[in-house]
């Protein structure tokens, strides 16, 4: 089936600093979206991306479609405590019912 | 207006046992998915239902299944629970069966996390 690899699996990084992570799968997606999860809760949507090549931003969150259709990359700029949290890359399947999610980045900041 | 909301919370069971767990959608959201997160990996598709009717299965054995009721509502049940159905099971709701620029909700509630003893 299809498999979305996401990297790196964590991070730990120094309050204010700037934060990538990308995902990559071995087929095409037609929607890729980002996801944060708290702990005890359900992941919330940060961005969604429809087009190849479409790079998208929301506050200090930034990310892009890949003109394959096969890799996406999430950036956070000057990353505060709050952005502590598992963040997953997932893609919709061609009949767009279907969420396959990547195996997540836990993101750690400290003060 | 309330979100997803999922019940129980929390549910202990014991091998072999069988159990429901329940899902509301948001008001006039008509589709719902089931997904199961394993602690330390990324939700994995069971079911969607929409409008009554099943419109997606994932990978997973007979013993799971899921109905849609005429208000919205879902249910997941699983048979013979075995120890590695022990996960945090989430329930996703959205407009229609289609995800797209027009149609863009897809809300996840906070789950119901299952321990099989």
């Known amino acids: 089936g299809q498999q979305l690899n996401q990297s790196p699996q964590s991070m730990f990084i120094q309050e204010g600093e700037d934060v990538s992570m990308n995902c990559t799968s071995s087929?095409?997606?037609?929607?890729w979206l980002w996801y944060k999860q708290d702990p005890g809760e359900g992941p919330v949507l940060l961005i969604a991306l429809y087009k190849a090549g479409e790079l998208t931003s929301n506050g200090r969150l930034t990310a892009q479609f890949g003109i394959t259709r096969k890799d996406s990359f999430l950036n956070i700029s000057a990353s505060i405590p709050s952005d502590v949290g598992i963040y997953f890359c997932?893609?919709?399947?061609?009949?767009?019912?279907?969420?396959?999610f990547g195996g997540g980045t836990r993101l750690m900041v400290k003060p | 207006d309330a979100g997803v909301t999922q019940s129980p919370t929390h549910l202990i069971k014991t091998r072999g046992q069988h159990v429901t767990l329940r899902c509301s959608p948001i008001s006039g959201h008509k589709s719902v998915s089931w997904y199961q997160q394993v602690l330390g990996q990324g939700p994995q598709f069971i079911f969607q239902?929409?409008?009554?009717?099943?419109?997606g299965r994932g990978n997973f054995p007979d013993r799971f299944s899921a109905r849609q009721f005429p208000n919205y509502s879902s249910e997941l049940n699983v048979n013979a629970l075995l120890l590695g159905d022990s996960a945090l099971y989430l329930c996703?709701?959205?407009?229609?069966?289609?995800?797209?620029?027009?149609?863009?909700?897809?809300?996840f509630g906070s789950g119901t996390r299952l321990t099989v003893v």
């Open positions: 087929s095409i997606f037609n929607t």
């Open positions: 996703a709701s959205s407009l229609g069966p289609q995800l797209g620029p027009s149609n863009y909700g897809y809300t």
């Open positions: 239902y929409y409008e009554k009717e099943e419109r």
């Open positions: 997932a893609g919709f399947n061609n009949a767009g019912n279907m969420l396959t």
